[in-house]
């Protein structure tokens, strides 16, 4: 017979075979581990975001990243099905950033990898306990939610520092459980003013998410440019982990304004503004009622409608909390099949519609994604807030033990607003062409400002075209649709007109033309 080794745990011996196969890669760069129920995701591609800005001004290349979403690793290049890869897949990854010359990558760390040891032996140069909720408990997942709870607490252990939300439920327990690791903790919140890294005076400017944070080394202002005022949490998760590994304020904000997650808070608009489409991944209690309360108060007054499905075989629980959140919190609710995997997409969702009912919502089962969202598209009759969720831009659904390629939410939602638009006799140009049907007024009250006064005509002049232009930046402000904008010819001129005019008044103003500017006022700016 051939030598061997008994085992007792095979996952476990695996976790240290690959480890030693790969040479312990996580030693050769900075790996972070964000966990959590919700805000992995986005809050990994936070910091990629941030690190990537970093490495560029000191003439270094892309940083890695291991998601739900994708993967990057400097060789490989991929859409992911994992949360968190298996041992030796995982450890291939790593060894490929430490071979390709990455310094920083950034990943989502499940509680299956961390109850299966898939990343053990992975040192973490800090870790980030986002928040807990229920889910993933099942036969095949957790048996229960505290099997769920202790599975992600195993983080810390593997970490050199440690961020924890002391906003989540349970903090005090995995404040605790963080301490006990022995390693530095950073504490972040929007509500204890006495944590290490606190965010305040959060609002929305300019379709913008600002806020205030204030770290051992530094205040200042934030603004994420992303969607959703629940991404403070995320973004102020990252800003603790950018405070522990010492990467510059100015990195971290112009990383954070950058930054995008493909599929998550992506919106797009029909051509009159009056449908708002937002597709995004969530897919538990915890992310459906963080997403509700914030579309309520980011879309006041509209109609909200929901397009979801639940997987097959795991996170039974789902199907109860989801619908019933979506029926609280919606309008219209459209079941439809999200990875049913060997279930039948009619039987999940048959499951689901009666805890959507139970708050009297109305709810209609699609199995065909595409004609669901299809349907709750031409639905919406006014001002309206679609929210497709699940799927974000991934590329296949699960059906049976196969992924099949099927067009992503983003590709069935841009295809279904323009039939949207096409039934109404409306069209992309439309904004463009009622804002140019302005053009003569504007004109027109330009030159009666100049006739008004003649009195220091160059300083009034410029005066005149300082609120003639900041006019045109508020009546042609820039057309988004998706990631992309319409700039009219104008609102340019405009942004370049605007330094030289204002620096010239400055300059009046310095050299003695104080006390003519005080008697002089300027004319209130016009209304359109």
């Known amino acids: 017979p051939l030598p061997g080794l008994r085992l007792t745990d095979l996952r476990r011996a695996m976790a240290l075979l690959a480890d030693l196969c790969y040479g312990h890669p996580s030693g050769r760069l900075k790996v972070v581990g964000f966990t959590g129920t919700k805000g992995k995701s986005t809050s990994a591609y936070y910091l990629k975001s941030i690190l990537d800005v970093w490495q560029a001004g000191q003439g270094r290349g892309e940083t890695g990243v291991i998601s739900s979403i994708d993967t990057y690793d400097g060789v490989e290049r991929f859409e992911s099905h994992l949360t968190t890869p298996e041992p030796l897949d995982l450890q291939r990854h790593l060894a490929h950033a430490a071979d390709a010359g990455l310094e920083y990558l950034t990943m989502e760390v499940s509680s299956q990898a961390l109850k299966y040891h898939r990343t053990l032996c992975t040192r973490f140069a800090a870790a980030c306990f986002l928040n807990i909720g229920y889910d993933h408990v099942s036969p095949v997942e957790h048996p229960d939610f505290e099997d769920y709870f202790a599975s992600k607490l195993k983080i810390f252990a593997q970490a050199g520092v440690n961020c924890v939300n002391l906003d989540s439920d349970h903090a ?15 504490t972040f919140s929007q509500r204890d003013p006495q944590v290490d890294i606190y965010a305040s005076q959060v609002r929305k400017e300019d ?19 992303m969607p959703g005022l629940f991404n403070v949490e995320n973004a102020l998760g990252v800003i603790a982990v950018c405070h522990a590994l010492h990467v510059p304020p100015a990195a971290v904000y112009d990383g954070l304004v950058r930054a995008r997650v493909p599929g998550r808070m992506e919106t797009y608009t029909n051509a009159d503004g009056s449908l708002h489409a937002i597709v995004d991944y969530a897919h538990n209690r915890l992310s459906f009622e963080t997403l509700f309360r914030s579309v ?18 795991k996170a039974y629980d789902r199907r109860r909390d989801l619908g019933e959140a979506a029926g609280h919190w919606c309008d219209r609710v459209y079941l439809t099949e999200e990875d049913s995997g060997e ?18 919502c109305p709810v209609r089962i699609i199995p065909n994604r595409g004609e669901a969202i299809r349907q709750a598209v031409l639905d919406c009759a006014g001002p309206s807030v679609l929210l497709l969720t699940g799927k974000g831009r991934e590329t296949r659904q699960k059906r049976g033990t196969a992924y099949i390629d099927t067009p992503t939410d983003v590709e069935y939602v841009q295809a279904f607003l ?12 439309s904004p463009a062409r009622a804002m140019l049907s302005i053009l003569p007024a504007l004109e027109a009250r330009r030159e009666e400002r100049r006739k ?21 930046l508020e009546i042609f402000p820039p057309v988004r649709q998706g990631d992309d904008a319409y700039y009219h010819p104008l ?28 008697k002089c006022p300027l004319i209130p700016a016009m209304t359109i």
Do not use: S
């Open 343 to 360: 279930e039948d997409t009619l039987d999940i969702c048959r499951e689901i519609a009666p805890n959507v009912e139970k708050a009297g």
């Open 491 to 518: 609102y340019v001129e405009a942004v370049k007109r605007l330094p030289y005019i204002e620096y010239w008044l400055d300059d009046f103003i310095e050299k003695g033309g104080k006390e003519h500017w005080m």
């Open 452 to 472: 008004k006064d003649q009195a220091d005509e160059n300083f009034r002049y410029m005066a005149y075209e300082l609120h003639y232009w900041k006019d045109v």
């Open 296 to 313: 309520r108060a980011e879309y006041p007054g509209r109609e909200m409608a929901i397009v979801f499905g639940c997987p097959g075989k």
């Open 207 to 225: 379709g913008q998410t600002v806020f205030h944070v204030r770290t051992p080394q530094y205040e200042r202002e934030f603004r994420l440019t």
């Open 172 to 186: 005090g327990r995995i404040l605790e459980a963080a301490r006990q690791a022995g390693k530095p903790v950073f």
């Open 418 to 429: 323009q039939e949207y638009d096409l039934r109404r006799g409306l069209d992309r140009e």
